[in-house]
Every structure is written in structure tokens, then in C-alpha cells.
């Protein structure tokens, strides 16, 4: 590249931020989305009964034993 056609400095930045903001974007909608999925699994366990949610492998620590 001749340097008469280098992107300017603030080109670049404003390139840069884009990127980061594309990435950002794409973390939060693959957090929403799990979570999205996650909370409907959870409402069919309690549905049908499977909610392994509530319950426990072992005794809790506030238990007598």
C-alpha cells in the first residue's frame, strides 16, 4: 500500500470500535439467547416434573444430621 492510500488514524479507530462493538453485540445475544433457552427448559422440567433444579444429592449444611 502507497501511503497516500493508509487509512487515517481516526479511520482506523473508528474501524476499531466497530469491531469491538460487533463483538460485544454478539456476547450479549448468545447471553440472552442461553438464558432465553435456559429459562424455558426450566418452566417444562416444572411442568412435567423433572425439576432437577430443586432438588438436592446430599444434605444441605443447615441440616441436622
Known amino acids: 500500500m ?10 482506523l479507530g473508528k474501524a476499531g470500535a466497530f469491531i469491538c ?5 454478539l456476547f450479549i445475544i448468545i447471553f440472552v439467547a442461553r438464558n432465553v433457552w435456559h ?5 417444562q422440567d416444572q411442568v ?6 430443586t432438588e438436592h444429592t ?8
Open 21 to 25: 462493538g460487533v463483538i460485544i453485540a
Open 2 to 11: 502507497a501511503s497516500d492510500e493508509k487509512p487515517s488514524p481516526r479511520r
Open 58 to 65: 446430599g444434605p444441605s449444611y443447615n441440616q441436622q444430621p
Open 48 to 53: 412435567t416434573g423433572n425439576n432437577v433444579a
Open 39 to 43: 429459562g424455558e427448559e426450566l418452566e
